[in-house]
């Protein structure tokens, strides 16, 4: 299994309309995900892992989601919430 985990650095005051925007989204697609806000920690970051049984789920999740004209309405949006920097990591689960 690969955990897709994505920080985000989220514009003062955005943590709730990232969360909401993006649990809408994880429930449209039907993700196996998980949001993750700080209790203790960084402030202003919101943290997603996305879970794949396979590296070639996780190739193709990804390119039909960027290529669908929902994903582009999406991060439209997303993007006015966030800022540059951040992290894309993909894990395996040994």
């Known amino acids: 299994m690969f955990i897709n985990r994505i920080t985000y650095k989220v514009t003062p005051g955005a943590i709730d309309e990232v969360v909401k925007l993006s649990k809408a989204e994880i429930e449209r697609t039907g993700s196996k995900a998980t949001v993750y806000t700080p209790y203790f920690g960084p402030n202003d970051v919101v943290v997603f892992d996305f879970e794949f049984e396979s590296l070639e789920a996780y ?9 669908s004209p929902e994903a582009d309405e999406f991060m439209k949006k997303f993007n006015t919430l966030v800022e540059s920097g951040g992290s894309n990591e993909l894990w395996y689960v040994e």
């Open 59 to 67: 190739r193709k999740f990804w390119n039909e989601w960027f290529a």
